[in-house]
């Protein structure tokens, strides 16, 4: 276990490494800092000067892989690339162009983003593996047949659609919650409850169908049938033998899913104006901030990577055979 | 008249060209051929491929693209062109894309949508002003409306129905012709649907479509069909011009996405060792980045790249095009990963068997080996995997637009669409038509592809091939019990 999980660890941080070696040949080779001085400062009329000024204030006057003013080491570590790389392994993601520190915005925002992606998460992950278990148990019959047909209508529609549509509705027609907006603490989920809905709603008819899917194959295993045989219910037989068995590849395609949701939450956040990280990295790319997107690029990849991982450990735990290596 | 070639029109023609080569060899391998048999059969997939079609058709007619030659000026020696491109499908629907209205207009409408101040018979009033296009043959709209609309929609349907019923004698007396049968079994035959491809299925959707047409036609004579914009604008046009993004985003990046994958993954899981490490740490990297940053990052890019190099494009429609054909490409990348991992595992399955072994044994070269045993048998999974990720793609392009990482904000596109349907759902009262219409065209696309990617998984994948025939024992055997 310990050997896996050092293993796995070297792995994600070699990810990592090249994730931000990317990132940054994407953003500081194709748009010089100058570009981006000049984009900030505004328009085509600003001064040599105030360029060097601005750069410097930020630390983008370095030259970017190899420093010749320097000597022995420093050459590669007083580089804008090193530097900015290494600190943001520590963490430590340095300023937005507007001057704010990004670190703390982030922890700002990481709230609202979680108390938004958590329940639709998870409270979605239950009602599909609800509704899957359900069509399985009524196979081969026209509520199976109907059912998965709805599925299949569900997926065809954009998820902007549900969002729309749900504001409109709920927020306007039916005046039952804000249109958008968000406040702190507990009157949280006034503003959280329509996007949650329209979350696990947009999700539900891909999700619905793959459990399906799962179950389906999983009801067709030799093992099945054995418990059959021996005279058990059909429920009990879903619930605890085939449940249980399904459960692995669900769990393994949630984690494929934990992206999705961040991308999920990104729309659905500008939309329903949640401060949360989503809100903020379309903020960030209207305002043509690199240093942010590239600090939540990092963000989103350590979460992915760490997701991974834990979809590893997830494993065992739902299934004693597999042993980590 | 000056042909232009967009960046992407290119692409659409090799697509095509693709397609076509590829139901060449569809007639001449009979396991493809069953396979492909099997899946059309079902009236659910034939529908959808009759949908599809149409909305192929409309996105051909608006990739051939060219220049128009100006009116020849006196004393002018060389003929001059249109400084902008127009495709075929924008001359087909000029006459409603020139009648443009002063704001938004409701559907089938002949006034506007707002009360104005103008002056009507030299008394200033406040009222609903006449549009300029919508309903102008009409002498008083509040009274001739509707029958004018009814009987327009009657004539359509009835002129669809003529063109349906004679093409399907046409077909019945073709099937009398080759079966020999009387034309009372034929017909008997076909609507009880005993034929062997879903031939009364096909009808009907086809039925249902010319006579869509016919009314859209018809009506768009004399009315807006779908309502104008808030530029007055008709929004069938924009919805008509949108189908050809959603469906370059969709089969471009397929074409970006399937010899990546097909490459990376064989190779990957036929050689092993470092090349595969190498591999898999590439694919790990893509996917490790959230899709939508990885867009957006590299979407900024192309904007900063297109702004600093404006010499290289010619026009604006250019610039637009380079950008939707970009998005494609970007999109290609970031989606591969899935492909591709399937891909090294059923190849590093496959590099096991027995025939590859005395394929390697006999020396047969590691390309050859790839190229005639390894590849031909992945195929299944790469077109099932194709016909799946093609409306994701569509429905990508919209949540990107809207995010505005997506198309040029001048190009049709749905995302678009929805964009300034968000603002007008907002309005008092309310503008629906631009929100309905996108869906509507969407839905039918998404819908269409999404049940044809499942008659195709369903056919081609031996797993499900396996389990539904064992479902339907089992199922036989229940009911025998």
């Known amino acids: ?325 | 008249m000056q042909p232009v070639f967009l960046l992407t029109d290119l692409f659409v023609y090799a697509i095509l060209l693709f397609v076509l080569w590829y139901m060449w060899r569809v007639r001449s391998d009979r396991n493809l051929r069953a396979n492909w048999r099997l899946a059309m059969q079902r009236p659910v997939s034939m529908v959808s491929s009759i949908v599809l079609g149409f909305f192929l058709v409309i996105a051909l007619a608006d990739s051939v693209h060219y220049r128009e030659a100006l009116p020849a000026s006196t004393g002018q020696t060389s003929t001059q062109y249109s400084s902008e491109a127009s495709s075929l499908l924008d001359n087909l629907l000029k006459p409603l894309a020139t009648a443009r209205e002063r704001s938004y207009s409701e559907p089938l409408s002949a006034v506007a949508f707002r009360k104005e101040t103008f002056e009507r018979d030299g008394v200033s009033v406040r009222d609903y002003p006449r549009l300029r296009f919508g309903g102008k043959h009409l002498q008083d709209p509040a009274s001739e409306l509707s029958a004018d609309v009814s009987r327009k929609s009657w004539t359509a349907l009835g002129l669809g129905a003529a063109i349906v019923v004679s093409l399907m004698l046409l077909g019945l007396a073709l099937a009398m012709a080759q079966t020999g049968q009387s034309f009372s079994v034929v017909l008997t035959r076909f609507r009880n649907g005993q034929t062997l491809w879903p031939w009364r299925s096909m009808t009907i959707t086809f039925a249902v479509l010319v006579m869509s047409i016919t009314w859209v036609v018809m009506l768009s004579q004399g009315y807006h069909v779908f309502g104008t914009d808030r530029t007055g604008n008709s929004v069938l046009v924009f919805a008509l011009k949108s189908v050809r993004t959603a469906l370059v985003i969709g089969g471009l990046t397929t074409l970006v996405v399937l010899p990546l994958a097909l490459l990376l993954g064989v190779t990957a899981g036929y050689l092993r060792g470092w090349v595969d490490e190498a591999i898999q740490y590439l694919y790990t990297l893509l996917a490790s980045i959230p899709d939508v940053l990885l867009i957006a990052a590299s979407v900024l890019l192309l904007q900063v790249f297109i702004d600093k190099n404006q010499g290289v494009f010619e026009t604006s429609l250019e610039r637009a095009d380079a950008r939707l054909f970009f998005l494609c490409l970007i999109l290609g990348i970031t989606s591969f990963t899935g492909l591709c991992r399937l891909v090294r595992g059923e190849t590093l399955k496959l590099r096991e068997l027995e025939y590859i072994q005395s394929a390697r044994a006999f020396g047969v070269s590691t390309p050859r080996v790839l190229w005639r045993h390894i590849v031909p048998n992945l195929m299944h999974l790469v077109l099932i995997n194709t016909v799946m990720q093609f409306s994701s793609f569509v429905l990508a392009e919209a949540v990107l637009s809207y995010v505005g990482v997506g198309v040029d904000p001048k190009t049709a596109s749905f995302g678009v669409m929805i964009n300034t349907a968000r603002a007008e759902l907002a309005a008092t009262p309310l503008v629906w038509w631009t929100l309905a219409t996108a869906f509507g065209f969407m839905f039918l696309i998404v819908l269409s592809a999404n049940l044809l990617a499942d008659a195709v998984r369903d056919a081609f994948d031996p797993r499900t091939r396996l389990r539904s025939a064992s479902s339907v024992a089992n199922t036989t055997q229940e009911v025998a019990a």
């Open chain 1, 1 to 325: 276990m310990f050997r896996f999980l050092t293993r796995k660890l070297a792995y994600g941080f070699a990810i990592l490494i090249g994730i931000n070696l990317l990132t940054f040949v994407l953003f500081f080779k194709v748009n010089t800092p100058d570009d981006m001085a000049r984009m900030q400062l505004g328009g085509k009329r600003v001064t040599p000067d105030a360029i060097e000024k601005w750069k410097a204030e930020r630390g983008y006057d370095r030259p970017l892989f190899f420093n010749e003013k320097e000597q022995g080491v420093a050459q590669v570590t007083n580089t804008l690339f090193l530097d900015s790389s290494l600190r943001m392994f520590a963490f430590d993601f340095g300023r937005a162009d507007s001057g704010r520190d990004i670190a703390s915005e982030i922890v700002r925002r990481a709230g609202p983003s979680i108390a938004l992606a958590l329940p639709t998460f998870v409270v979605g992950l239950g009602i599909s593996i609800v509704l899957a278990l359900g069509l399985a148990f009524f196979r081969a019959t026209y509520l199976d047949f109907w059912g998965t047909v709805l599925c299949v209508v569900f997926m065809s529609i954009s998820s902007l659609f549900f969002i729309v549509m749900g504001q409109f509705m709920f927020s306007r027609v039916f005046q039952l919650m804000p249109v958008s907006g968000f406040a702190p603490g507990m009157d949280a989920w006034r503003f959280l409850v329509l996007p949650i809905a329209v979350g696990i709603l947009a999700r539900l008819g891909g999700e619905v169908r793959f459990n399906r899917t799962l179950f389906m194959e999983e009801i067709g295993k030799d093992y099945v049938r054995t418990a059959r045989s021996k005279g058990l219910s059909e429920a009990r037989v879903l619930l605890v033998h085939v449940l249980r068995n399904a459960l692995i590849p669900i769990l393994s395609a949630s984690v494929a899913v934990i992206p999705l949701l961040f991308m999920g939450s990104l729309i659905t956040e500008s939309f329903f104006a949640i401060p949360g990280l989503g809100s903020y990295l379309i903020e960030a790319i209207a305002g043509q901030d690199f240093a942010i997107v590239r600090a939540m690029v990092f963000i989103g990849s350590f979460l992915y990577i760490v997701g991974l991982i834990l979809t590893d450990i997830s494993y065992t735990l739902a299934d004693p055979r597999i042993r980590l290596q």
